[in-house]
């Protein structure tokens, strides 16, 4: 018996636009359809296999806070609605459309275009990234000034940060040669494979994930395994609570608001900014308990 529904990751970088659209079609014809889409996951039903076209948008002044209630959205969808297609959702910069209808017009802007805005947005990212980057770094200055040290847990965190952030930034601008090399002599945008993406993000999320677990190797020699474990299994909880909690509020205020851009992120990082506070608060309290 088939399952009802299914989640997969939404693991896609705003210039992957066209491997999503791709594996979104791969999907239907496999016989699920997408109908629900989050920041961190999509979701599929069960379909017949069939043919169903998609279409994978960055918005003009792209922004991962935008509300899908806001007037330029809405001018949007509606002109999209009149040429035959369907919204779905949007994930990060990525607003999605579909169609059954294989005389529906095309509705995806110029190349060009598409190409300006992925950079405007992955600028975005990128100024984004080094905010979190400096947060961090001041918090892994202030933990080695507490224990006198030079590296502390922080540090090691801060080092995986700037690993991940090498690699995305290179993988942009990797693409963004390319993209601009293809414009210049064909006319159109690159387009990944949907499946080199996902081996992409495998060899990037496993080294990660292993380099995550050294912090529990390097102090499992001088505290008991039981703190140790605790510790571990604590913070793994608490981030993958923390995700998805900032993904249902993303998702909120996107879909179910109509807040500006600048209201949205000001809620946003003000709640991750309090949360933030508290756990560094509560970070140094089990430290000096085990101390």
């Given at each position: 018996?088939?399952?009802?529904?299914?989640?997969?990751?939404?693991?896609?970088?705003?210039?992957?636009?066209?491997?999503?659209?791709?594996?979104?079609?791969?999907?239907?014809?496999?016989?699920?359809?997408?109908?629900?889409?989050?920041?961190?996951?999509?979701?599929?039903?069960?379909?017949?296999?069939?043919?169903?076209?998609?279409?994978?948008?960055?918005?003009?002044?792209?922004?991962?806070?935008?509300?899908?209630?806001?007037?330029?959205?809405?001018?949007?969808?509606?002109?999209?609605?009149?040429?035959?297609?369907?919204?779905?959702?949007?994930?990060?910069?990525?607003?999605?459309?579909?169609?059954?209808?294989?005389?529906?017009?095309?509705?995806?802007?110029?190349?060009?275009?598409?190409?300006?805005?992925?950079?405007?947005?992955?600028?975005?990212?990128?100024?984004?990234?080094?905010?979190?980057?400096?947060?961090?770094?001041?918090?892994?200055?202030?933990?080695?000034?507490?224990?006198?040290?030079?590296?502390?847990?922080?540090?090691?965190?801060?080092?995986?940060?700037?690993?991940?952030?090498?690699?995305?930034?290179?993988?942009?601008?990797?693409?963004?040669?390319?993209?601009?090399?293809?414009?210049?002599?064909?006319?159109?945008?690159?387009?990944?494979?949907?499946?080199?993406?996902?081996?992409?993000?495998?060899?990037?999320i496993a080294p990660i994930l292993l380099m995550s677990m050294a912090p529990m190797v390097y102090t499992a020699g001088r505290y008991s395994s039981k703190i140790v474990i605790g510790?571990?299994?604590?913070?793994?909880?608490?981030?993958?609570?923390?995700?998805?909690?900032?993904?249902?509020?993303?998702?909120?205020?996107?879909?179910?608001?109509?807040?500006?851009?600048?209201?949205?992120?000001?809620?946003?990082?003000?709640?991750?900014?309090?949360?933030?506070?508290?756990?560094?608060?509560?970070?140094?309290?089990?430290?000096?308990?085990?101390?």
């Amino acid at each position: 018996m088939r399952t009802r529904s299914k989640r997969v990751p939404a693991f896609f970088q705003v210039y992957e636009n066209d491997s999503l659209k791709e594996y979104l079609e791969d999907m239907a014809l496999k016989g699920w359809q997408l109908k629900e889409v989050g920041s961190l996951f999509l979701r599929f039903e069960p379909c017949r296999p069939h043919k169903i076209r998609y279409c994978v948008e960055v918005m003009d002044k792209p922004s991962a806070f935008a509300s899908s209630q806001s007037e330029n959205l809405k001018a949007y969808q509606e002109f999209c609605r009149d040429a035959g297609w369907d919204y779905v959702g949007t994930t990060g910069y990525l607003h999605i459309f579909c169609t059954e209808d294989e005389k529906a017009v095309v509705v995806e802007t110029d190349p060009q275009e598409r190409y300006e805005r992925i950079c405007q947005a992955c600028q975005g990212n990128n100024w984004l990234a080094c905010a979190v980057f400096g947060l961090i770094t001041l918090l892994n200055l202030y933990s080695c000034y507490l224990k006198k040290t030079f590296f502390c847990i922080n540090g090691w965190v801060l080092f995986i940060m700037i690993g991940a952030m090498a690699v995305s930034l290179g993988e942009f601008l990797r693409w963004k040669s390319r993209a601009g090399r293809s414009l210049r002599e064909e006319g159109v945008l690159p387009c990944y494979s949907w499946k080199a993406v996902k081996r992409k993000n495998v060899m990037v999320i496993a080294p990660i994930l292993l380099m995550s677990m050294a912090p529990m190797v390097y102090t499992a020699g001088r505290y008991s395994s039981k703190i140790v474990i605790g510790v571990t299994v604590g913070m793994c909880v608490y981030v993958i609570l923390l995700a998805f909690f900032f993904s249902k509020l993303l998702y909120w205020l996107r879909v179910k608001k109509a807040y500006s851009t600048k209201t949205n992120m000001f809620i946003y990082w003000g709640i991750g900014l309090v949360i933030c506070m508290a756990a560094c608060s509560g970070m140094l309290a089990v430290i000096f308990w085990i101390l």
